[in-house]
């Protein structure tokens, strides 16, 4: 099982990127997915996550309004939109599913048992 995070990149303060998270190995359309996200010297945190079917999703407060979590089921994939991207955003996004099937979202990382590598997400002021 394979969790592949796409669409990182240096982009100026205002701009926008679109993150990509691709599984491999078995579907996760059944399954929460999430959104981290790791700063240098801060620990992980979540940044976006949604629910199976999509209904529910949860934002950070330092993101809301800004960045947008959806799922394609077709392609088994996970996104997140970014927009208005503040130098604070700068960190490695990492994208998270779970073996456990369960409404709702997950809001924590103990919940998330597949990580994807990292991709690096630079914002420059």
């Known amino acids: 099982v394979q969790l592949q995070a796409s669409g990182g990149g240096l982009v100026q303060a205002g701009g926008s990127l679109r993150l990509s998270c691709a599984a491999s190995?078995?579907?996760?359309?059944?399954?929460?997915m999430g959104w981290f996200r790791q700063a240098p010297g801060k620990e992980r945190e979540l940044v976006a996550a949604?629910?199976?079917?999509?209904?529910?999703?949860y934002y950070a407060d330092s993101v809301k309004g800004r960045f947008t979590v959806s799922r394609d089921y077709a392609k088994n994939t996970v996104s997140l939109q970014m927009n208005s991207l503040k130098p604070e955003d700068t960190a490695v996004y990492y994208c998270?599913?779970?073996?456990?099937?369960?409404?709702?979202?997950?809001?924590?990382?103990?919940?998330?048992?597949?990580w994807g590598q990292g991709t690096l997400v630079t914002v420059s002021s």
């Open positions: 998270a599913g779970t073996k456990v099937q369960s409404l709702g979202v997950l809001t924590t990382t103990d919940r998330y048992d597949y």
């Open positions: 949604i629910s199976w079917g999509g209904g529910s999703t």
């Open positions: 190995g078995r579907t996760f359309n059944s399954y929460p």
